[in-house]
């Protein structure tokens, strides 16, 4: 009924374009989990199949890039409204994603360069890298690397500074910098910092640093950044919340084994509201 339609929530729809981790700590689960508590909701297309524990990935199937192209088509119902994209598995599906994204002209993206597991194993080549850097990056709003994926997309510079800067000369139009694995120098003891690099300006958060090893923590911080961009967010108010739900759904994490810990997302709905106040300079 019309008065019924009328009463149907806006729900700020993202779509998601990564691999599926069967662990649920990483990939579509974790996305499709961050976006809902974080208010959205996600639409999730595939790009990789993995066969992967808590410990490490064994074992990676990139996605038919034609079934990529005809699922995104066949969600004209949507109205997406952020794109969230996560593995990209090899050349084929690095394709089919700027094609997909091509279909959203406007549309905030947020990028996670997962280019290597949690355990070691390599998700990317040379030469996938640098067609990530040529055709994706200039379609990026935010990229949100590690500080390792950070130095291998921009090789030959020193400082995380001067390589933000090259990636946003590429034409993506920031990078959110974490740092929980590879401290930045500087950095008090037991404290995390995590920095946004923009044409305009640099600003940095600082974060009480959680015991263990996660795995899914970029996930869940890109998924959630993407949500909130999706409801209208501005960069840097999207940027802390995201921080925010990524470090109380870590600090709320479980191990089920003796590997690493995987983040628990949905420990309380709604989910943003941190227990950890960020300093911010």
């Known amino acids: 009924m019309a008065g019924e339609a009328a009463l149907e929530p806006h729900l700020p729809t993202v779509l998601v374009l ?12 974790a996305d499709a989990e961050a976006v809902a508590a974080a208010g959205g909701w996600a639409l999730t297309v595939p790009t990789a199949l993995t066969v992967q524990s808590c410990r490490d990935v064994a074992a990676m199937v990139p996605a038919d890039p034609a079934l990529m192209r005809q699922s995104v088509a066949a969600l004209d119902e949507f109205a997406v409204a952020a794109i969230k994209v996560g593995l990209v598995a090899d050349l ?10 091509g279909r959203f002209p406007g549309v905030p993206v947020v990028a996670d360069p997962v280019l290597r597991a949690g355990g070691g194993r390599e998700l990317s080549t040379i030469e996938l890298v640098d067609a990530y850097r040529e ?3 200039p379609r990026v709003d935010i990229l949100t690397p590690n500080r390792g ?5 921009s090789p030959g510079l020193e400082e995380d500074t001067e390589r933000a800067v090259a ?3 590429l034409g993506c139009q920031g990078v959110l910098v974490t740092a929980t694995d590879d401290p930045v120098p500087g950095t008090p003891q037991g404290r ?4 946004l690099h923009t044409p305009d300006q640099s600003r940095q958060w600082s974060w009480p640093r959680l015991d263990g090893r996660f795995h899914g923590s970029g996930c869940t911080l ?13 960069l840097v108010a999207a940027c802390e919340q995201a921080q925010a739900f990524t470090w109380e759904a870590l600090a709320h994490g479980w191990r089920p084994g003796q590997a690493q ?20 300079r």
């Open 18 to 29: 990564a691999g599926h981790d069967p662990t649920g700590g990483a990939g579509l689960v």
């Open 92 to 101: 084929a599906t690095l394709d089919a994603v700027t094609d997909i994204l």
């Open 135 to 137: 055709r994706l990056l």
């Open 149 to 153: 994926e950070l130095a291998r997309l």
């Open 167 to 169: 990636l946003m000369q």
């Open 192 to 195: 995390v910092a995590h920095t």
């Open 222 to 234: 890109a998924s959630c950044l993407a949500a909130r961009l999706a409801a209208g967010e501005s």
């Open 261 to 280: 810990r995987l983040p628990r997302r949905l420990w309380r709905l709604p989910g943003l509201s941190p227990h950890a106040t960020p300093a911010s």
